[in-house]
């Protein structure tokens, strides 16, 4: 159930109360400073409004010089994570992992042993228990002040990511299926947090071309991946979305568009999914249904190709949907930064992130919600080099 909170028209009172879409109350208090299901913040500051909604106004902006950020993850405590890459003025650097709590003061800072990702894109996930997971050709977790815990090197694919939920570890990537590397079939792993052990592992796919993954979520009983098939026979390539059951590993439906490129899923708390990607009538995101029916679909107002407008996704308590935003507007600016919908569809708020330099170029990377804020991570390219800005979107 989505869950919103609604005003409450009572002259003496300043507290709101939560409603459900269905009318039902939740017992949620919006305004009492803390923090119930439903509300994405609940406190004092211009990063949350009235109604327990943020509003996009940053509480502060920690950065890090000579490096790109990857991937960043928020634990239930509130510690946000961080993981980077060496600028490419300066390799030496290395992969980094990096602590800060909910208000910004570094805890820690660990090197990542990250010789090659061997054609792996690597993420970040933070699970129930605090343990930090890095995925690139390898999976690693890490404890909560950042010690190395297992990892575990995957033989015959490669994995694209890894999503964490309710105790279990899932990781998919592309099983090649030829020598030659032209066919693939999806690849997902259930693995124990506590050890890395595979509980199960299962192939989904016909085999009939190379597979680019993009993005993996999981819902109440579905894990879903998404990405895009170049097909052996060109008529059969385009978008597909996979299903395989989290408990069992069973394959489910797997659904085509010829015609569309998908880049980012998530999952509402409904077990509605929201698809970001690319039509021909530009870059969009959509909400569709528990019955895979269209819900509603938001068009970006960018130029050019699918490199350009909405990329990484977030999905609120309060039902609220995240998309980055990268690229040049059909007025002729450019933005890179956050835009914020309802869960029905309606543009809440937008936020822009400007480079430091006028000849820099600023990127929005990666986004995930804590408790109470939005984290936020990107880079800032000058011609001196990139450095990694964090931004806490919420209450200070």
Known sequence: ???????????????????????????????????????????????CDATCHLTGEAAWTATRSASMVIDVAVGGDGTIVVYGAPDRHDPAVGYWLRALDAGGEQQWEVAVDVDDFNGASPHLEIGDDGGIFVQGSTLRRYGPEGELAWQVTPTN??????????????????????????????????RDPATGAIVWQTLVGDGSGALLLTDTTVTRDSVITVGHLLAQKSEQSGAVRFSVDAATGAPGPVVRDRDEYWHSIGALPSGDLVLVG????????????????????????????????????????DGSVVVLTEGDLEDGASEAGVRSFSSDGQLDWSTVFPSSDADGQALTIAAAFGPGFLAVVGDDVTPAGSVTWVRKLGPT
């Open 1 to 47: 159930m989505i869950l919103r909170c609604l005003s409450r028209p009572a002259a003496a009172a300043l507290l709101l109360s939560c409603s459900s879409p269905d009318g039902g109350e939740t017992g949620a208090i919006c305004g009492n400073h803390v923090l119930d299901p439903g509300e994405a913040c609940d406190g004092e500051g211009d990063g």
């Open 157 to 190: 694919v490669v994995y694209a990511d890894v999503a964490v939920a309710e105790g279990a570890v899932y990781v998919s990537g592309a099983a090649p299926v030829d020598n030659a590397g032209s066919a693939d079939k999806l690849r997902v792993e259930r």
């Open 278 to 317: 690319y039509a021909a009538a530009g870059p969009f995101v959509r909400r569709l249904g528990v019955d895979g029916e269209t819900r509603w679909t938001y068009f970006f107002d960018f130029t050019g190709t699918s490199a350009d407008g909405p990329g990484d996704l977030a999905i609120g308590p």
